[in-house]
């Protein structure tokens, strides 16, 4: 059982402020947003980084993190494959197609439909005699549709195909999405720490120019997150009573990271005189 926090405790901890639930939720929503679009512009750029003109300069880096592409390969092409067989399989053509193969694989079914011509044939020959043709009665029918019943009919068909169209892409991709996670679920602890490392490697880092400047500058602006993330250290070091939240130390850990890469880089400039926009490599040791 949690022992309740008294006021002496509080007293030997002036700084240990009690942060709401809400202010924890919003502030770990922020940063998985930022995690997201960071990660996003990662993968957008890994091409021109890792296999450009400098791609000596990430060496370091493709070799640490290559393990985790396949698993998002994997998922794209399960989404592009689902997709695709739903358009091709939901497609007329596909399907008059399909029918005509199975026809030919089911000779009976052909002769059923064969007896079922001959009867049908006789039975319009019949009404042909009696003098109503089948022309009029097709024309009959059409007229007693009505004009709106044929115009609702039309946007029902529409408003179903977009419905179906959404819904293959939507399945398409949260199986992909699915198969993704699943492959990284095995590679989970490995990559919860060359996240946080990741602004360390020797060399450039395309996980420190795509991610860090966005985390900092959330962790920078928003009061909120530092008293989150130091709330959740405190916890880690001091109050023994609670337990820290493991997604808030790795976010702690990245920024923490991020923040001596940028001060080692910077130190760097300041000496050779460079600007700001010149990039900085790591030496191969690595950052500490």
Not at 9 to 17: A, E, I, S, Y
Not at 163 to 183: A, E, N, P, R, W
Request: hydrophobic share 30%.
């Amino acid at each position: 059982m949690t022992p309740p926090i008294t006021e002496k405790d509080r007293q030997q901890d002036p700084d240990d402020v009690i942060v709401s639930a809400a202010t924890i939720s919003k502030v770990k929503r922020l940063l998985w947003s930022e995690t997201a679009e960071g990660l996003g512009n990662v993968l957008g750029n890994i091409r021109s980084t890792w296999y450009g003109d400098e791609a000596v300069f990430y060496t370091r880096e493709e070799e640490r993190l290559r393990k985790y592409i396949p698993p998002f390969q994997y998922g794209l092409a399960a989404t592009v494959f689902l997709f695709l067989n739903f358009r091709v399989t939901g497609n007329p053509g596909f399907q008059k197609w399909r029918q005509n193969v199975w026809q030919r694989i089911r000779p009976s079914s052909t002769s059923s439909s064969s007896s079922s011509s001959s009867s049908t044939s006789t039975t319009t020959n019949t009404a042909t005699q009696s003098g109503i043709p089948q022309q009029q009665q097709q024309q009959q029918q059409q007229q007693g549709m009505g004009y709106l019943e044929t115009k609702r009919r039309t946007q029902v068909e529409e408003a179903l195909k977009s419905m179906k169209f959404l819904t293959d892409f939507l399945i398409s991709l949260s199986v992909g999405t699915s198969g993704t996670l699943f492959l990284l679920e095995a590679k989970k602890e490995d990559m919860r720490k060359d996240y946080e490392n990741g602004p360390l490697i020797p060399g450039r880092s395309i996980i420190a120019d795509d991610m860090c400047p966005g985390m900092l500058k959330l962790y920078r602006t928003d009061p909120s997150i530092r008293q989150v993330l130091e709330d959740n250290e405190r916890k880690k070091e001091q109050r023994k009573w609670e337990q820290s939240d493991p997604n808030l130390v790795t976010f702690s850990t990245f920024i923490h990271n991020c923040t001596k890469r940028e001060d080692y880089e910077s130190k760097i400039r300041k000496e050779q005189g460079k600007s700001e926009n010149d990039p900085i490599l790591i030496p191969h040791t690595g950052l500490r």
